[in-house]
């Protein structure tokens, strides 16, 4: 069975500052990565997946992610944070059906 | 563009109680599911459906029902509810061209149910 953790229940970075937010994943076979955020009182929307082929996956909102398969992990960044991007963030894991970590709390203060 | 849509948004029930939290989607998408939201946890598949008449346990399925009558409704059945069984519910959907699992496909989710058990 696939799964997925995110070891970080809260990140605080500050505005302009690069941000990372670390997911790593166990699945048998290839896996297929998501990341999710989530807004208050909203459902979770979709930005990015890797599937196959560049490590380097980029998504909505000038986020991006980092496949790397021996290390499996798949951490999301963004070169550089705004307020706007507090929310909560999961990481996700496909395979015949998406299992999800437990999210992470992002918070960029001005 | 509706998407996903959930009813009610709030719901309050009495131990023993049942109801049916209602799903619907307008995107002709064969994969739907259900999830739970709990703080500390992440969300935990309940159920899903890879199309008409077709469902398949998730994770943490007890005490829930589901049927797929027509692509379009998911409805989740608590046939008696608990007070463990308070949580937000999220009912989601993806694109599964060949009647499939969303194996590759992202999520498109509803705003979710607020249920409270007492």
């Known amino acids: 069975a696939q799964s997925v953790a995110q070891p970080e229940d809260q990140v605080n970075v500050a505005e302009g500052n690069p941000l990372t937010v670390k997911c790593t994943y166990s699945?048998?076979?290839?896996?297929?990565l998501f990341w999710y955020v989530q807004y208050p009182n909203r459902g979770l929307q979709f930005l990015l997946k890797y599937i196959t082929g560049d490590n380097l996956v980029k998504g909505s909102y000038g986020f991006e992610a980092e496949f790397n398969k021996s290390q499996t992990s798949f951490h999301l960044k963004k070169p550089s944070a705004l307020v706007s991007d507090s929310a909560l963030y999961f990481c996700a894991v496909s395979s015949n059906d998406m299992r999800f970590g437990a999210g992470t709390r992002l918070t960029v203060k001005p | 563009n509706a998407g996903v849509t959930q009813t009610p948004k709030f719901q309050v029930l009495k131990t023993g109680q049942s109801m049916t939290l209602q799903c619907a989607q307008d995107?002709?998408?064969?994969?739907m599911s259900w999830y739970r939201q709990d703080p500390g946890m992440g969300l935990r598949l309940i159920h899903y459906s890879v199309g008409a008449g077709i469902t398949d346990q998730g994770e943490v399925p007890n005490g829930y029902n589901v049927s797929r009558s027509t692509t379009e409704d998911f409805p989740l059945r608590l046939l008696s509810a608990a007070p463990s069984q308070t949580s937000v519910y999220f009912c989601?959907?993806?694109?599964?061209?060949?009647?499939?699992?969303?194996?590759?496909?992202?999520?498109?989710f509803g705003n979710g149910t607020r249920l409270t058990v007492t």
């Open positions: 699945v048998s076979g290839n896996p297929y």
């Open positions: 995107m002709n998408h064969e994969y």
């Open positions: 989601a959907s993806s694109y599964s061209p060949q009647g499939l699992s969303s194996y590759n496909s992202p999520l498109h």
